[in-house]
């Protein structure tokens, strides 16, 4: 028999009030201990006195809800405890319930995990309820709902049920492939073809958006130039406190400072670097130089601070024109953004420079976005359909079918996720 878990499912005490949740099959008969065995109608809060059954001391006056399953949130037997939010309650609660016959605490996610066991939710809006509980902008936090709604897995049972139609077809011509009067095979594996070749141009356009991880970690933004250009002084003008140490000394920043920081809604990830010299014989800053380029390499957005234009720097970069308050640089080169460290000058040009490239590097609003597991599989299937699409056996093209509706399962969490489990369940606190 499954166990009976329960656990507070509101916030840490002291609180107005706190939510203990119990999940499970002994989930009524611990609350009709609790109550005294007063009688509780489904699905409607009522009004009790709690007791510790083995004493039948009162702990708490408390509202009352009783969820019958499979209709629930885990799809089993739930029930509402509202007590009062103070330390001393939520401990006594959890030690009455602890001794109840067949309950124990929960673990973290677990109830989100029994919700994936029993078909209330699927994978992607568990890793979509993951990511809305540690949302901490308005993206992360649409993004996460969409997914949590179940977006994702609306167009992934879309893509299996027209894929599980061309399965069936080809699976036909190959069945009937020895009565050649019964079926026109080539017609069909033809059909079937054309099928696979607009699946894997549907699942490409969904691979050609930005990633999950952008909204999720912050776009990365490499300050960098040659030394002593202002860079730890616009970072820390950008951050708004003092992340990186700043002097006058050339080569002070010897390694990458890293910051994040929420601006109009969209996380960033700003890096400070050591400065870009042509050559060293200082070996502590020779690494700073080569970790600078290692930074400058993975940035989504580089804002160069040298007087002169970088060269080899594939990544996009954005031309700044720093310390204008300096005598003699009051002039802005054509293209560059102007910046001051005694003065707000260039502020709002420069984070609206950011904000238009951030438009091109993060996930439309319409679109489902992919974390790296799911973009994994997805480039899986599309592999698969590739092939299929390319090829006229029909054996092959039957493989690549159902290597391609693997995928989708494994997306889904149909097939093949016990480890992704243990590490997304990982991440929830223990009561959801």
Same mark, same amino acid.
């Given at each position: 028999m499954t166990d009976t878990i329960f656990a507070l499912s509101s916030g840490? /005490? /002291?609180?107005?009030?706190?939510?203990?949740?119990?999940?499970? /099959?002994?989930?009524?008969?611990?609350?009709?201990? &609790?109550?005294?065995?007063?009688?509780?109608h489904p699905r409607r809060a009522s009004l009790r006195r709690l007791r510790d059954p083995s004493s039948d001391e009162a702990i708490d006056r408390a509202l009352v809800i009783l969820f019958p399953g499979p209709q629930t949130a885990t799809g089993e037997d739930l029930a509402e405890l509202h007590v009062h939010g103070s330390r001393a309650?939520?401990?006594?609660?959890?030690?009455? &319930?602890?001794?109840?016959p067949g309950l124990r605490a929960a673990q973290a996610g677990e109830f989100t995990r029994r919700a994936l066991e029993n078909g209330r939710i699927d994978l992607t809006e568990a890793e979509g309820l993951a990511d809305l509980l540690a949302a901490e902008t308005e993206g992360q936090r649409r993004a996460a709902l969409r997914a949590a709604e179940g977006h994702l897995r609306q167009r992934i049972e879309a893509w299996n049920d027209t894929l599980l139609g061309l399965s069936a077809m080809i699976e036909?011509?190959?069945?009937?492939?020895?009565?050649?009067?019964?079926?026109?095979?080539?017609?069909?594996?033809?059909?079937?073809?054309?099928g696979a070749g607009q699946l894997a141009?549907?699942?490409?356009?969904?691979?050609?958006? /930005?990633?999950?991880?952008? &909204?999720r970690d912050g776009i990365r933004v490499v300050l960098a130039g040659p030394p002593n250009s202002g860079k730890s002084t616009?970072?820390?003008?950008?951050v708004g406190r003092d992340a990186a140490i700043v002097s006058p000394i050339a080569g002070t920043t010897r390694d990458r400072i890293e910051a994040p920081v929420v601006r109009d809604g969209i996380a960033w990830l700003l890096t400070d670097?050591?400065?870009?010299?042509?050559?060293?014989?200082?070996?502590?800053?020779?690494?700073?130089?080569?970790?600078?380029?290692?930074?400058?390499?993975a940035a989504?957005?580089?804002?160069?601070?040298?007087?002169?234009?970088?060269?080899?720097?594939?990544?996009?970069?954005?031309?700044?024109?720093p310390r204008g308050d300096v005598p003699g640089r009051a002039v802005v080169p054509p293209g560059r953004v102007a910046v001051s460290a005694l003065a707000d000058d260039g502020d709002a040009a420069l984070w609206g420079a950011l904000t238009a490239r951030a438009k091109e590097l993060l996930p439309s609003g319409d679109v489902p976005t992919l974390n790296q597991r799911q973009r994994q599989l997805c480039g899986t299937a599309h592999q698969s359909l590739c092939v299929a699409a390319g090829i006229g056996d029909p054996l092959v093209i039957a493989e690549e079918f159902r290597l391609a509706r693997a995928a989708f399962d494994a997306i889904t969490g149909r097939s093949h996720v016990e480890d992704v489990l243990d590490a997304l369940f990982g991440r929830f606190c223990i009561g959801k």
């Open positions: 840490s /005490p /002291p609180a107005a009030l706190a939510v203990i949740r119990i999940s499970g /099959p002994q989930a009524f008969a611990a609350v009709r201990a &609790l109550t005294g065995g007063a009688s509780l309650v939520v401990r006594r609660m959890e030690a009455v &319930l602890s001794a109840q036909a011509a190959i069945d009937h492939s020895d009565e050649p009067d019964a079926v026109d095979e080539d017609g069909i594996t033809a059909t079937v073809r054309a141009d549907a699942i490409a356009a969904m691979l050609a958006q /930005p990633p999950a991880e952008r &909204l616009l970072l820390n003008r950008m670097t050591a400065g870009l010299a042509e050559a060293t014989d200082d070996p502590i800053e020779a690494i700073g130089i080569a970790r600078t380029h290692e930074s400058v390499a989504d957005i580089v804002l160069w601070l040298g007087d002169a234009n970088p060269v080899g720097i594939a990544s996009d970069v954005i031309l700044v024109h």
